[in-house]
């Protein structure tokens, strides 16, 4: 069974930082891009971020350019999320989702989410 | 503002048909053929319902279909039963700048 579990949400200060992981099994984690979509409460979906299978390619919502950085290490199945220099307005619950295969621009499977809140 | 425009609500009574418009522009909805619908009931993660506009994954019933004219995306749920009450969120590919794009949402309700 395809799975995808995020974790490393928290309570974080305006300015502070955050690593969000989302481990993933039952499929061949390397051959599938994924995909961070956050849920603001009360609110609708918003694209984050992703990242190709490899790795070698990163995509960024203009939102979170230059303070989230997405990365995996196929090694571990893990998908990471680094957030840095964080804002109230990224408080949210984080998704980590697998990009439909052989490049399909769609999100497939998705995890439960974790918590994000930035709170002073 | 969502980049993707839905009505905020939808309704019907069991066994009779809606449809959810997503309204976009040529940049996304009207440029690609890559539109996604997702089901989200509360306090639970979105489950992919359409993708490619038209193209329902494996296990999703084949009361929901989806469509695409110029720039607007439609889903359609025909046969609406109690479980359909969710929230659905349209979906698009918006080009290799903006890469995706979501609908503000549309909150169905069964009657």
């Known amino acids: 069974e395809v799975q995808l579990v995020e974790s490393g949400g928290g309570l974080v200060q305006p300015g502070g930082s955050l690593r969000l992981s989302c481990a993933a099994s039952?499929?061949?984690?390397?051959?599938?891009?994924m995909s961070w979509v956050r849920q603001a409460p009360g609110k609708g979906l918003e694209w984050v971020s992703a990242i190709s299978g490899s790795g070698g390619s990163t995509y960024y919502a203009d939102s979170v350019k230059g303070r989230f950085t997405i990365s995996r290490d196929n090694s571990k199945n893990t998908l990471y999320l680094q957030m840095n220099s964080l804002r109230a307005e990224d408080t949210a619950v984080y998704y980590c989702?697998?990009?439909?295969?052989?490049?399909?621009?769609?999100?497939?499977?998705w995890g439960k989410g974790t918590t994000v809140t930035v709170s002073s | 503002q969502s980049a993707l425009t839905q009505p905020a609500s939808v309704s019907g009574s069991p066994g009779q048909s809606i449809t959810i418009s997503c309204t976009g522009t040529?940049?996304?909805?009207?440029?690609?053929?890559?539109v996604s619908w997702y089901q989200q009931h509360p306090g639970k993660a979105p489950k992919l319902m359409i993708y490619d506009v038209s193209k329902r994954p494996s296990g999703v019933s084949n009361r929901f279909s989806g469509s695409k004219s110029g720039n607007t995306a439609s889903l359609t749920i025909s046969g609406l039963q109690a479980e359909d009450e969710a929230d659905y969120y349209c979906c698009s590919y918006a080009g290799s700048s903006t890469y995706w794009v979501f609908g503000g949402g549309t909150k169905l309700t069964v009657l």
């Open positions: 040529s940049s996304d909805v009207g440029g690609y053929n890559y």
């Open positions: 989702a697998t990009l439909g295969s052989r490049g399909g621009h769609y999100m497939d499977v």
């Open positions: 039952g499929f061949t984690f390397s051959s599938y891009a």
